[in-house]
């Protein structure tokens, strides 16, 4: 399979309810229509991945095993509905540690734009917040920022029918 798109999502109140220092795989509480979403987007031969802020784990409210069993559930439940989750990256730092990642800086998106090594990939950043959006205009990368609100689908139509058929491949 050719991928054509690279769609990078928040995670909190992107794709599963915001809960403080999550840690309990029974509070991972999927937001109204992201799975069909993601099913739809994976069988348009995209590239999914979740860029996400825990500063929790700084600040030691969050283990990071805490966290990655977390995403392993997540990458789990996914998987049962049909959907592969390409990338997963995370910052643990706080804000006073101005570190490179954490957004609004586009460290994470680059990470990941990065690994996928390809330039003819159509890439958007999908976020509730005003910083998802500054990290997408951030990277040195060609992004587009796609701004959603966590209990409406609005926004993401643009990205299911986005011309990256167009660009052939
Ligand atoms: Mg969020
Ligand atoms: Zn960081």
Known sequence: MTFKKLVIFDRDDTLIRDVPNLKSVSDIN???GRLGILKALSEQSTLIAIATNQSAIGR???SVEEFESISEA???QLKENGISLWGLVACPHMP???C?????KPGLLNRLVEVAQRSDLEIFFVGNADSDMEAAKASRFQISGVKIEPTSLNG???IL???AEAKGK
């Not at 490179?100 to 609004?104: E, I, L």
Request: glycine share 8%.
């Open 30 to 32: 999927w937001l109204p």
């Open 60 to 62: 030691g409210l969050l």
């Open 74 to 76: 997540i990458r789990r």
């Open 96 to 98: 006073f540690e101005n």
């Open 100 to 104: 490179g990642c954490r957004k609004p």
């Open 156 to 158: 993401f139509e643009n």
């Open 161 to 163: 029918n986005s011309r």
